[in-house]
Nanobody
């Protein structure tokens, strides 16, 4: 059974940076594409970005493109979300998720973490 545990959330001022981490366990990490999603209060879950199984390909939502970067460390079963130039509208609970194949929709992900809160103050 795959388990995903996010960490690194917190309170940061607008314009600041934060790095989220996601620890994967239970299966072969390199067999899964890894995605990040977020959900703000009263809003639907939103795709943030995805990284391929090897880390060679990434894709991002337009709202975070150029500010957020996803990386992975297959030797240590970790995936990261590097967030720069944070805005108040980035405030949300952030989730990492695992999919067998390349996936841009939440419904295509098989496993989810519990989420970590990111709050950006003005």
């Amino acid at each position: 059974q795959v388990q995903l545990v996010e960490s690194g959330g917190g309170l940061v001022q607008a314009g600041g940076s934060l790095r989220l981490s996601c620890q994967f366990s239970g299966r072969t990490f390199s067999s899964y594409a890894m995605g990040w999603f977020r959900q703000a209060p009263g809003k639907e879950r939103e795709f943030v970005g995805v990284i391929s199984r090897t880390g060679g390909s990434t894709s991002y939502a337009d709202s975070v493109k150029g500010r957020f970067t996803i990386s992975r460390d297959n030797a240590n079963n970790m995936v990261y979300l590097w967030m720069n130039s944070l805005k108040t509208e980035d405030t949300a609970v952030y989730y990492c998720a695992a999919a067998v194949g390349w996936a841009l929709r939440g419904d295509d992900y098989h496993y989810w973490g519990q989420g970590t809160q990111v709050t950006v103050s003005s």
